[in-house]
């Protein structure tokens, strides 16, 4: 069978990252990867989390959310709900911890840096393409601290991606837009580095377990479709230079 895209088993969506897209942030990047867009945002204050002051130390942290209409049909906002569902707290919590992997906190000094991954719209992938593009916002605003003289080095230490892969009707495939996410057999998202280290792995069987064999096989798709995402960023960060 072939996919409902057409794509290929190891073909990402079409990718792009858009650097400086929100004026007021120290940094900011529009991701798109194919009809999902996130709008990320880094934010910097002087000052950290109680359970850090004094350790000489920075904090990363994110917040995650869709719009109303980021979906085919009108989500509520949660704020009007007054709490946020135990799937936005999963997935704002994978996306610090990610972006954690990334940085040297002691090389931030005190600083807490807030990721704000908005998603415009829904199509697959969100909590990948959030990560992905919350890295582009975080390197630029590093880069702005350190070109004001207010970092003596980067504090990054690695450049990060995340994908996912799955198991569908067509075989194992990479960047599962909604169409397939929604009917896999299993699904799997990798936050991986570009030296080959791997973050985080999430993976579902949603019906029968699967094996160690086709594990491997998402792996390997996932690098291959990650080492695309990681030339979008550096590609998106050459205007910095």
């Not at 995340?162 to 996410?181: P, W």
């Not at 985080?200 to 160690?212: L, M, N, R, V, W």
């Amino acid at each position: 069978m072939t996919r409902p895209s057409g794509r290929a088993a190891d073909e990402n969506r079409a990718v792009s990252i858009e650097l400086g897209y929100a004026r007021h942030a120290e940094g900011s990047a529009l991701i798109r990867m194919g009809g999902t867009e996130v709008l990320c945002t880094a934010s910097i204050e002087y000052r950290v989390p109680p359970f850090l002051r004094g350790k000489g130390q920075g904090w990363i942290t994110a917040e995650y959310g869709m719009l109303p209409r980021a979906t085919h049909a009108r989500g509520n906002r949660e704020a009007a709900k007054g709490r946020q569902s135990g799937r936005t707290h999963e997935i704002q919590r994978l996306i610090a911890r990610a972006l954690r992997a990334a940085v040297d906190l002691k090389a931030l000094g005190e600083m807490t840096i807030t990721l704000d991954c908005d998603v415009l719209n829904a199509d697959g992938g969100t909590r990948c393409a959030s990560i992905t593009g919350a890295w582009v916002a975080l390197a630029a605003a590093l880069d702005k601290q350190q070109k004001a003289g207010k970092l003596k080095r980067s504090p990054l230490i690695a450049q990060i991606a995340a994908i996912s892969c799955g198991l569908t009707a067509a075989g194992a495939v990479l960047d599962l837009d909604y169409i397939e996410d929604s009917s896999a057999q299993a699904d799997a998202n990798f936050v991986l580095t570009a030296e080959g280290g791997i973050v985080e792995i999430q993976g579902t069987a949603e019906t029968a377990p699967f094996s160690e064999t086709a594990f491997t096989e998402l792996l390997r798709l996932a690098r291959c479709g990650t080492a695309a995402l990681f030339v979008a960023q550096r590609q998106a960060l050459e205007g910095l230079s």
